[in-house]
């Protein structure tokens, strides 16, 4: 059988058992989220023998550093792990702010200890201790002098729960910084743009948009905003603040409810529209389904999903 290693431990695993859960149930606490090789917080670095699910998940130079998913390898032969070490891997954060814009979305302000260059759209995983998530950012690097997240704390999670008693000067740590699928392409300055989220999935959308506008996007912005109930639309004075200063920006702010009718309702008005997309699975799927149907090519359409806890 083989053999992990960590640290001065070691012991036997059966042949393709998955790294996480051999890790985990021996007692070394590795984070998790997805389990669907998107969200990184399981990140460790391999020697051994392991079969990759995802290999494409992580970049060349950080495979050829050992970095591996937990989650997506299974262990082949004997592995020797080193876990991600937040404090010797990661990078300082303090809080700024934490404050909720809703009963259940909590916006957090941090300042890096260091500058971070990152694009609208990209996400972080952040630590809190031993426990992390990832979060998209819904600030903008050449505009705000902070990074920012929305929360969604709805549901009680070991992060969400941290979260909320965060104050002022608290610290973080920063984990690794991913380029999500989500973007702005200066070369998409005359094309319709349609930017639709669904709860928290809003937030990487927020820095999209205004770095759309801050390029000058000469084209139509449709913003869609999808939430529970009217009290869910966390963004909406902010939004209809930058509608009221760009006439070809336009919001709609939909509820569940009313969801199934304003989806049969959608039209496209051009076949050169790009369309973001961020949120619940289901609701990007929904919403997918019916941009295709309604003419929208498949390459036109980008998509980030926020995965359910596993």
Request: with cysteine.
């Amino acid at each position: 059988m083989p053999e992990l290693y960590v640290g001065e431990r070691h012991w036997p695993v059966s042949t393709g058992s998955n790294l996480l859960d051999a890790l985990n149930q021996a007692g070394v606490a590795v984070p998790s989220s997805c389990r669907a090789g998107s969200c990184h917080a399981c990140l460790v670095r391999c020697q051994g023998e392991v079969q990759d699910k995802q290999p494409d998940a992580l970049s060349a130079a950080q495979r050829q550093e050992g970095w591996r998913l937990a989650c997506q390898c299974q262990v082949m032969g004997d592995v020797r792990v080193e876990t991600f070490d937040p404090l010797k891997d990661g990078q300082a954060a303090r809080v700024l702010r934490a404050d909720w814009l809703t009963s259940s979305v909590l916006r957090l302000r941090l300042e890096p200890a260091r500058g971070l260059r990152y694009q609208a759209g990209q996400h972080l995983v952040l630590w809190a201790g031993n426990v992390a998530r990832p979060y998209s950012l819904a600030s903008l690097p050449q505009v705000d002098a902070f990074l920012e997240f929305h929360l969604d704390c709805r549901l009680p999670g070991k992060f969400s729960d941290a979260a909320r008693a965060l104050k002022t000067g608290d610290s973080l740590r920063l984990g690794e910084l991913r380029g999500a699928a989500l973007q702005y392409d200066p070369d998409w300055q005359a094309r319709p743009l349609w930017l639709i989220g669904s709860g928290t999935g809003i937030a990487p959308l927020w820095g999209v948009l205004r770095e759309a506008l801050r390029q000058d996007h000469q084209g139509p912005i449709r913003v869609i905003h999808l939430a529970h109930d009217d009290t869910a639309h966390y963004l909406a004075e902010p939004l209809a603040a930058l509608a009221a200063s760009h006439p070809h920006l336009t919001v709609e702010l939909w509820t569940a409810a009313e969801l199934a009718q304003a989806l049969a309702q959608l039209r496209l008005v051009s076949r050169q529209t790009l369309a973001l997309l961020c949120g619940h699975p289901v609701h990007v799927e929904a919403f997918s389904k019916r941009l295709f149907l309604a003419g929208l090519p498949r390459n036109q359409l980008l998509a980030d999903v926020f995965l359910p806890r596993g």
